[in-house]
């Protein structure tokens, strides 16, 4: 071979590397798109109508729906307008909806990193906190300092006695050298758990308290699941007798209970209903958002019952909505904390904990103290146990 076919060999090969790079480099944006599509559960075709979707919008970094709320609000609305106008999404839409709501609900919940604590070291004064007494169940405290140790109140356990409730506190010395288990809701972020050791014991302010020592093994639990937000919708209550449910019958409101619903999510609500509630009940509600009527199934767990108001708040849980209802019921859920706080989007949702049990009720750490004993033996039951935490 001559050395005039060598050297056009070795231009003809520069030239398609340098073609190849070339196209790379202008589709590794796109490659990196579909790449984080798949990662997110969302398949070739239907990557392919976001794509899309963010071009006719005009998104300047399309990698941004996949940590960006007010990108995803804006996708969202206008693939749910494609669906109302009967457009090539119409078909199979409200799946990618449902896909689409999932992701923004866990960037949601997810929040800022940079808030997420990695020591003990990072606790602030005023920190509430439950601590594992070996054998003796759960006992309330909070961070009095944060120095060389964690300083904290000497724990206390309200106990129950009919009516009546008194404190149980230990004396210092009975702390001391014990392995204990913390756990804490820290507000705008998550619940945290960690294992430390009783150092010594002191006073602090004048006050008696108990010294743990840092460290740095956290568990950090994520207790919600949904994004909810304060609400004051009309609806009806039915409460369901059949063994076998009727997903798709829309009871006359006349024939139900009427009922408000105080905060709402894709999980459940709570509803403030005249009278006194039962707990552990099936029941469904009805209500319109606009103009589409929005069915929930599901169960009320709890009940909290308010004698002088003849009131009754019903912590009820969803198990089944249709996808159409589920999308336009979170559509008015972030559009309603949009409109509240438009700069920090959804930060407030995210930081806000579960209805937490008033300070008026005495047996805030005690209620939790039956699954404390399970949880010296295994971490089995934290998610259980977060339930009941101070924010």
Known sequence: MSVKSVLLIIFI??????????????????????AKGRENGFRFSETGIIWKTIRKLGILDPLSLYDSIPTLNRV?????????RGGAVA???QVL??????????????????????????????????????????????????????EIELPKKVLKMGTATKSEILPPNQWRGKLVTVYMW????????????????????????????HTSKLDRIQKRQAVRCECSIDATLFVIKSSEIDY???DADEDGTPCCLADISESGALIRLPGKGKGNTRIKIQ????????????????????????????????????????????????????????????????????????VSNADLFGSIASDAELAEKTRSVQQNMIDGLPV
């Open 248 to 250: 798709t019958k829309v």
């Open 97 to 150: 909806v449902s896909k689409l709501n999932k992701l923004r609900t866990r960037v949601a919940l997810e929040g800022d990193e940079s808030s997420h604590i990695q020591t003990t070291a990072a606790l602030e004064s005023g920190q509430r906190l439950s601590v594992i007494f070996p054998g003796r169940g759960v006992y309330a405290s909070v961070v009095m300092n944060n120095g060389r140790r964690i």
């Open 91 to 93: 078909s199979g839409g």
């Open 76 to 84: 969202i609305a206008m693939v749910l307008s494609e669906i109302r």
């Open 13 to 34: 090969v520069i030239l398609v590397i340098i073609g190849v790079l070339r196209l790379i480099s202008i589709f590794s944006e796109k490659i990196a798109f579909y």
């Open 287 to 358: 209500f319109l958002l606009g103009s589409i009527q929005i069915v929930m199934f599901g169960v009320v767990h709890s009940v909290e019952y308010d004698k002088d108001k003849n009131e009754s708040k019903l912590h009820f849980e969803c198990t089944y909505t249709e996808d159409e209802m589920r999308n336009t019921l979170l559509n008015y859920i972030y559009g309603k904390i949009a409109a509240v706080d438009p700069v920090a989007e959804l930060k407030a949702a995210a930081e806000k904990k579960e209805e937490a049990v008033s």
């Open 186 to 213: 820290r507000k705008g972020d998550a619940c945290y758990a960690f294992d430390t050791t009783v150092d010594d014991t002191g006073t602090f302010d004048g006050k008696p308290c108990i010294m743990l020592n």
